[in-house]
């Protein structure tokens, strides 16, 4: 592949951008494939006033016309599923199959199911609350223009989980992707100049402080919508309290427990654990990353695991039978090896794996490390393919533990006593929990987190009425 789009989309055009340039690589190599030019002030400007001025007819559209047309994007990705699975894989390092056959099918699932939520936003009228004669209705209305930061692990899928209910709600939207990964979003930007009405959808390229900053800093733009790491969360927070209060919508990372009781299946824990922990080199905020294990079957599950760690292919996205491939950025490889050393050194035991092998790519091997629940690695979010295991004495302390965590997004109970599992999910203190599984979602269903995993919710009819400002409108006579 050599034909990238790498210019902005503002107010239906594509424009170069007039700030410096940011690489875009091939993880899987660590080369350059494109050089995207950056956002200047002016330029982010441009974008918001022309979400604004769009917005005063945008939010005027019918429920049905929305509708129609996030149908049509959903079938316009579809006819160029190929091209876009390639360009993801490309320029995200994600393995080309599981792109084409799961997350690209994802992405127009997201846009379809919204295209239905826009014809089905809720709203009551009732008369006689405040007086017989006076009729109260209950408004959904769009909230205006949205700034969207979208995260390097999921390119498309994530923005099309800030997109779509944006747009259903009626909302225009002004959306940054990672200055790792804009190619996927920038290529689905065609589509979306294409069906929507110019200025409806705004892309803007660059850094987080030199970009991002100002974006959400804008006076006109009236909520942020973010997945990101805790720290931006915090950032952000500060920006939404400035000159124009904002709301927020905020994905923040996790560190998800799993829960593995003494009568658990350890067969199904290890075979879903592989791609639960390993899907996309553990850069997933859900990611089976931290494993509590009963004292009764601590060794055995982990002898399990350490023979599902060693059967797993990993190695360059488009190889046969590769089931992951590299990290983001050499950044993030030194992170992951950064938290592995300090566990080693610190005395934990690394069970498989635990290097980054020489080469150009930014590739580190799937890891399983056994340490106690106070060390750095067990805490923290990795965001790579590392998983920990911790034996716990009784299911009390395996909850006292999770729920220590300072994230609260992802969490799993294993156990073949389904009351006893429902009891602990009922305690934990996280946004999703599954029983007897791992890492499956539902369009249908909200996803979202506690504590400083941040609040709102992506997916669902609930995330649609994130996206929307309650009204109540009385009638009287």
């Known amino acids: 592949m050599s034909d990238f789009e790498t210019r902005l989309l503002i107010d239906g055009d594509y424009v ?23 956002a200047a002030p002016d330029q982010i400007d441009h974008a918001v006033q022309a979400a604004h001025r769009a917005f005063q007819d945008w939010r005027r559209t019918t429920p049905k016309e929305r509708s129609r047309l996030l149908w ?3 079938d316009r990705i579809d006819a160029e599923a190929e091209s876009l699975a390639a360009l993801e894989s490309l320029n995200a390092g994600k393995v080309a199959r599981f792109v084409a056959g799961g997350e690209i099918p994802n992405v127009t699932d997201v846009f379809r199911y919204f295209a239905t939520a826009a014809r ?30 979208a995260p390097w692990n999921y390119p498309l899928l994530m923005a099309a989980w800030k997109l779509a209910p944006a747009l259903a709600a009626g909302n225009t939207v002004v959306i ?16 979306l100049s294409d069906v929507l009405p110019k200025g409806v959808v ?49 994905e923040l990372g996790g560190k998800a427990p799993v829960i593995v009781m003494k009568d658990a299946d350890l067969d199904a824990v290890a075979s879903t654990l ?11 905020c859900t990611a089976a990353c931290r494993v509590l294990a009963d004292a009764a079957i601590a060794d055995e599950l982990t002898a399990k695991l350490e023979a599902m760690v060693k059967d797993i292919t990993w190695g360059a996205p488009n190889d046969e039978g590769v089931e992951f491939g590299p990290v983001i950025s050499a950044a993030q490889r030194d992170r992951i090896d950064g938290f592995v050393s300090r566990a080693r050194e610190g005395g934990a035991e690394i069970v498989v794996g635990g290097n980054a092998p020489d080469g150009n790519g930014y590739f580190f091997e799937p890891t399983l490390v056994r340490a106690p629940i106070d060390a750095e690695i067990v ?14 004495s009784e299911p009390d302390e395996a909850l006292r533990w999770a729920n220590a965590s300072e994230y609260g997004l992802a969490s799993s109970v294993w156990s073949r006593d389904g009351a006893a599992a429902m009891q602990i999910a009922d305690r934990l203190e996280y946004g999703v929990t599954w029983i007897n599984t791992h890492g499956v979602f539902a369009t249908e269903m909200p996803h979202g987190g506690m504590k400083n995993s ?16 309650a009204r109540h409108v009385l009638l009287a006579g």
């Open 16 to 38: 170069d951008g007039s700030a410096a340039p940011e690489a875009a690589r091939d993880p899987s190599r660590g080369e350059v494939i494109a050089e995207v030019g950056s």
């Open 72 to 74: 049509t994007i959903a």
């Open 120 to 149: 089905n936003i809720p709203g009551v009228a009732a008369n006689g609350y405040r007086a017989p004669g006076m009729t109260s209705m209950l408004r959904r209305d769009p909230i205006g223009v949205i700034a969207s930061i």
């Open 176 to 191: 940054k992707p990672s200055e790792n990964t804009p190619l996927s979003l920038l290529a689905l930007g065609r589509i």
């Open 202 to 250: 705004n892309i803007l390229c660059g850094g987080g402080e030199a970009v991002g900053r100002k974006l959400i800093e804008h006076d006109l733009v009236r909520m942020i919508s973010l997945t990101g790491d805790v720290r931006t969360g915090r950032a952000v927070l500060r920006s939404a309290a400035a000159n124009v209060i904002k709301r927020t919508h905020l």
């Open 274 to 284: 592989r791609e639960a922990s390993f899907y996309n080199a553990g850069q997933d």
């Open 379 to 392: 805490q923290k979010e990795v965001f790579g393919p590392v998983v920990t295991v911790t034996p716990f």
């Open 454 to 469: 941040g609040y709102g919710s992506d997916l669902s009819m609930q995330s649609l009425l994130d996206y929307t400002q």
